[in-house]
């Protein structure tokens, strides 16, 4: 059954802020994307990778490649105006009519997803269609309240939520058809365009290491991570 990764790297990264888009920062001496992308040639070398840049950054990325000798092989889509335009235009890079192939979406920026989480959503997909990985709140979680609750805010059941991370991974043909759908603001995952077609997501245990490098503060986690 083939296999490809949507790895989506196409967005503006503001509350990173910086000169440089937070996928091409080095850590620990390489850049951030070409982590995520070793992570997913390291699980499977046949998995067929679909990279999403921004036009303008394309041309860096490419000069990056060269610099880093990097040969992993991989296509190049156009990043969109939100994350759903981007995998869309990943999408579209997938063969229509594989009927058994499936469709991991994967953040350029979570380069510490281990193999075992990406092959237990490959497998989880297989099996109920759409799988993603997801970690348990580690904090007590209080839920702010605008109904005159004493105080605003309440505490909540924390084993009633989960984090969610990627891959979000599913049957292309599902995966395909969900991404017809108009876009909607609350399409902030690939799970939340599959659920709105009806198609319930199975949930697999993320690694807790699987972070999205969003802010400074993730990037020194990241370094840390790499240092022993
Ligand atoms: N138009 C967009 C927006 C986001 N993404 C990708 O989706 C992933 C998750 O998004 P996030 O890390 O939140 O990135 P940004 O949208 O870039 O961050 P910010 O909201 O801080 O600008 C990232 O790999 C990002 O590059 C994308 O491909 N295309
Ligand atoms: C897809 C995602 O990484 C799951 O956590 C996330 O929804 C995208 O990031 P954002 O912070 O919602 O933009």
């Not at 469709?103 to 510490?112: E, L, N, S, T, Y």
């Not at 193999?115 to 269609?129: D, G, H, L, Q």
């Not at 609750?149 to 309440?154: F, L, M, P, V, Y």
């Not at 077609?197 to 993730?218: A, C, H, Q, Y």
Request: charged share 25%; net charge negative.
């Amino acid at each position: 059954m083939k296999k490809y990764a949507i790895v989506v790297a196409g967005g503006k990264g503001l509350r990173m802020g910086g000169e440089i888009p937070k996928q091409f920062i080095p850590v620990q001496g390489r850049p951030v994307l070409m982590r995520t992308l070793d992570a997913f040639h390291a699980y499977d070398e046949s998995v067929e990778l679909i990279v999403v840049l921004p036009v303008a950054q394309q041309g860096y990325w490419n000069e990056l490649c060269r610099e880093y000798d990097f040969r992993i092989p991989y296509r190049l889509a156009d990043g969109g105006e939100t994350r759903f335009h981007s995998v869309a235009n990943g999408l579209a890079e997938v063969p229509d009519g594989e009927t058994d192939a499936l469709v991991a979406v994967h953040d350029g920026v979570r380069p510490f997803v281990s193999r075992e989480v990406i092959a237990a959503c490959y497998e989880s997909a297989f099996r109920k269609r759409a799988a993603i990985p997801v970690a348990e709140v580690v904090e007590t979680l209080r839920c702010l309240k605008s109904d005159g609750t004493e105080g605003g805010s309440a505490t909540v059941d924390r084993a009633q939520y989960r984090l969610v991370q990627t891959p979000q991974t599913f049957r292309a043909d599902v995966l395909k058809a969900a991404y017809r759908q108009e876009y909607r603001p609350f399409f902030t995952d690939d799970a939340s365009v599959v659920e709105a077609m009806g198609v319930p997501v199975s949930l697999v245990p993320g690694n807790r290491e699987n972070i999205k490098i969003t802010t400074p503060f993730d990037l020194k986690i990241a370094e840390a991570l790499l240092s022993d």
